[in-house]
């Protein structure tokens, strides 16, 4: 794919997930002419003088890495343009730490590992983020950033460019919708923002105490990878009570009230009071 293009210079390095094993294929590879892999764990550079850039940067021969190979290693001014490229930035995978890297002289330092894009030091120095999400929890844009280096000035900007998203998305529910109109709510809501996501939904609110969802069927478009049911039945525990003073169920009521709607406390009394109301009626 990459010998595909035509008017792009590519440079890469071995992150921490595909390093540089002693038999790895990068080594033997041979690349286009437009490719430059770094096959080294220290620093080296790239020079491209046919576009005035040179890029320095180094990759992974182990699945850990602590040292810092940037550390100390100043541009040198060989080229118009000099972009640092580092995978890493946490703990255990070179760490990065602002201030060791933004007065080495760059125009730009390119940023990979963290999947998530994010801005470090606006126009300076930036993860990419991912190109495309890659787990459920990776919610938010994904692409790639775009820098143009004219005399020294860097500008970057990012540009959304993954085909899908991943969505958390709440569906409040009211006691008087039942299990088909909810399924329609998804449904709907889900075309709205594209039926080309992938989407975790959390139903909020209060159901009516005689429904319990059947969540399964609801994944009308076969996207939704997680659901919650975060929903509580809509008892009014102290009418209950008050009708039912003398037996099990009012005094049940009695000793688990008050408790907020977040503890375990009034799921049990959810659970307690809708089991005794079943058996009643029974
Ligand atoms: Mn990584």
Same mark, same amino acid.
């Given at each position: 794919?990459?010998?595909?293009?035509?008017?792009?210079? *590519? /440079?890469?390095?071995?992150?921490?997930?595909? @390093?540089?094993?002693?038999? $790895?294929?990068?080594?033997?590879?041979?690349?286009?002419?437009? &490719?430059?892999?770094?096959?080294? #764990?220290?620093?080296?550079? /790239?020079?491209?003088?046919? !576009?005035?850039?040179? &890029?320095?940067?180094?990759?992974?021969? $182990?699945?850990?890495?602590?040292?810092? =190979?940037?550390?100390?290693?100043?541009?040198?001014?060989?080229?118009?343009?000099? !972009?640092?490229?580092?995978?890493?930035?946490?703990?255990?995978?070179?760490?990065?730490?602002?201030?060791?890297?933004?007065?080495?002289?760059?125009? @730009?330092?390119?940023?990979?590992?963290?999947?998530? =894009?994010?801005?470090?030091? =606006?126009?300076?120095?930036?993860?990419?983020?991912? =190109?495309?999400?890659?787990? %459920?929890?990776?919610?938010?844009?994904?692409?790639?950033?775009?820098?143009?280096? *004219? +005399?020294?000035?860097?500008?970057?900007?990012?540009?959304? $460019?993954? &085909?899908?998203?991943?969505?958390?998305?709440?569906?409040?529910?009211?006691? +008087?919708?039942?299990?088909?109109?909810?399924?329609?709510?998804? #449904?709907?809501?889900?075309?709205?923002?594209?039926?080309?996501?992938?989407?975790?939904?959390?139903?909020?609110?209060?159901?009516?105490?005689? !429904?319990?969802? +059947?969540?399964?069927?609801?994944? *009308?478009?076969?996207?939704?990878?997680?659901? &919650?049911?975060?929903? %509580?039945? $809509? @008892?009014?525990?102290? %009418?209950? #009570?008050?009708?039912? %003073?003398?037996?099990?169920?009012?005094?049940?009521?009695?000793?688990?009230?008050?408790?907020?709607?977040?503890? !375990?406390?009034?799921?049990?009394?959810?659970?307690?009071?809708?089991?005794?109301?079943?058996?009643?009626?029974?």
């Amino acid at each position: 794919m990459f010998a595909r293009l035509v008017k792009t210079q *590519v /440079v890469f390095c071995a992150g921490n997930h595909d @390093y540089l094993k002693k038999d $790895s294929y990068y080594r033997t590879f041979s690349w286009e002419k437009h &490719v430059h892999m770094m096959l080294n #764990r220290e620093l080296e550079t /790239v020079e491209l003088p046919e !576009i005035g850039t040179v &890029v320095y940067g180094f990759s992974y021969e $182990s699945r850990e890495r602590t040292d810092k =190979p940037y550390a100390g290693k100043r541009a040198k001014g060989g080229q118009p343009a000099e !972009i640092l490229m580092i995978h890493g930035g946490d703990e255990r995978h070179v760490p990065v730490k602002r201030e060791e890297v933004s007065n080495l002289g760059y125009d @730009y330092i390119a940023l990979g590992h963290i999947h998530k =894009p994010q801005n470090i030091i =606006p126009g300076k120095m930036a993860y990419c983020g991912a =190109p495309e999400p890659i787990d %459920k929890n990776d919610t938010g844009k994904h692409g790639y950033i775009y820098g143009e280096i *004219v +005399d020294k000035k860097c500008r970057v900007r990012f540009v959304p $460019s993954a &085909v899908r998203e991943y969505i958390h998305m709440e569906i409040r529910v009211t006691e +008087d919708i039942s299990g088909s109109i909810l399924k329609e709510k998804i #449904r709907k809501a889900i075309e709205e923002k594209g039926i080309q996501h992938i989407y975790k939904i959390v139903i909020t609110g209060f159901r009516s105490p005689d !429904i319990l969802f +059947d969540l399964q069927a609801m994944d *009308v478009y076969g996207n939704i990878i997680e659901f &919650v049911d975060n929903t %509580k039945p $809509s @008892y009014d525990f102290e %009418k209950i #009570r008050r009708q039912n %003073k003398a037996n099990i169920l009012g005094k049940f009521i009695g000793q688990l009230e008050g408790y907020g709607e977040d503890s !375990i406390q009034y799921r049990a009394l959810c659970e307690g009071v809708q089991a005794l109301m079943e058996t009643k009626r029974g």
